[in-house]
């Protein structure tokens, strides 16, 4: 048998294992294809028509579509040259009542938000320019860092050039974002994320009653500095407009991407959970002395993360969708760190995923942008 890219012949043996496993253990997760035929980084679903239905925006093919659920009747609302966003978010961003599009550029680095209207279906929306100074976003997070009860968008600036590099930011809406040339930018991580840094995590770490925030930072070849396959949290000041404060994970981590924030054993202590989205394994860091303990050693690339209660147990699951294997799956933990890999899907890769309830019933499916798979697919949880 000849193996080729992105299968390898490790992960060929962990693919059959899997689907041995998934198998004997779980009921299969039903697929459903939304887009097919083009390399898709990004996905979110929101309910962005206001009938109570999540849909569903990606980018690809240097558009970006909305897909109306149930049927995913695809609208472009934005072909503007040069928006070929590497990943994306969504909150209401203007404040009229519904939810807005955030797109990301790696390089040059830009921001967008795309402004829904009244009618969402009826072409494009207008684009307007959040940040353009931050380079190598490769991470967006909405998050509440300053306290005041709105979200704000936290990202990367990977790049080792530009205005901050190796630096990590996070956006404050202006008072009116229809107007304004761009949004408040305050550099959390100021030089000081060396390494060619992914996403980002966000939540009160140290119990201090303010938001952290973690990022993880994948080195290798791409990597000139030498000084990335790493994990930081930023701890926040009393200040958060001003420079966080780094704490180092230990271990070397070739090819880190994911980690996010969360009470994993149930001690009342916040761990992280992350992933090697660029080499190999999920794992979580105990805290307080951040013990690093395998959730997945095996999986190859699995470069997207959610932290969630998957089977509405009481505690906090993972998920993942590992482009070198092509396994989608997620990680059932028993309430004391200790975790279970049930298989979604094979032959399936992703960037991205996320977990939300699509079909309204109560539990939480699957949602996947499939880069190397080229679509954009969601996997129905078979729970209920």
Not at 130 to 153: M, P, R, S, T, Y
């Amino acid at each position: 048998m000849t193996f080729r890219n992105p299968i390898t012949a490790a992960s060929f043996v962990l693919l059959v294992c899997s689907t041995v496993l998934a198998r004997a253990d779980d009921k299969p997760w039903k697929k459903h294809v939304v887009h097919e035929g083009e390399h898709c980084n990004t996905a979110v679903a929101a309910d962005f028509t206001g009938d109570g239905k999540p849909d569903i925006i990606s980018n690809s093919g240097g558009k970006t579509r909305l897909f109306v659920a149930p049927n995913w009747t695809e609208h472009v609302i934005d072909e503007t040259k040069g928006h070929g966003f590497i990943h994306s978010e969504y909150f209401d961003v203007d404040g009229d009542g519904d939810e807005d599009f955030i797109g990301a550029r790696y390089q040059p680095g830009l921001v967008a938000w795309l402004e829904c209207p009244d009618n969402p279906t009826a072409g494009v929306w207008k684009a307007r320019i959040a940040d353009q100074e931050i380079n190598g976003i490769h991470g967006l997070l909405k998050g509440d860092v300053d306290g005041d009860g709105k979200f704000d968008l936290l990202a990367n600036s990977a790049q080792p050039v530009g205005a901050f590099p190796n630096s990590g930011a996070w956006l404050k809406v202006p008072k009116n974002p229809h107007v304004a040339k761009s949004w408040q930018r305050n550099i959390f991580a100021r030089n000081d994320a060396p390494g060619l840094s992914h996403y980002l995590g966000f939540g009160d770490v140290n119990g201090d009653g303010r938001a952290d925030i973690a990022m993880g930072a994948k080195g290798g070849e791409q990597d000139k500095s030498g000084l990335g396959e790493w994990f930081y949290w930023w701890e926040a000041g009393e200040d958060s407009t001003k420079p966080f404060t780094r704490h180092q994970l230990p271990g070397k981590h070739p090819g880190a991407t994911n980690i996010q924030q969360a009470d994993v054993n149930g001690d009342g202590k916040i761990d992280f959970i992350a992933t090697r989205g660029h080499g190999k394994g999920v794992i979580w860091f105990e805290a307080p002395t951040w013990k690093i303990h395998d959730i997945n050693p095996d999986l190859e690339f699995p470069h997207c993360l959610q932290v969630v209660d998957m089977d509405d147990d009481g505690d906090i699951d993972a998920a993942t969708c590992a482009y070198g294997s092509q396994i989608a799956a997620w990680f059932e933990n028993d309430g004391k760190g200790h975790f279970k890999t049930h298989v979604v899907a094979t032959g399936q890769c992703a960037y991205d995923i996320r977990a939300v309830d699509i079909d309204l019933d109560k539990d939480l499916d699957l949602l996947i942008a499939g880069q190397q798979s080229k679509n954009v697919v969601w996997y129905e949880n078979p729970r209920k």
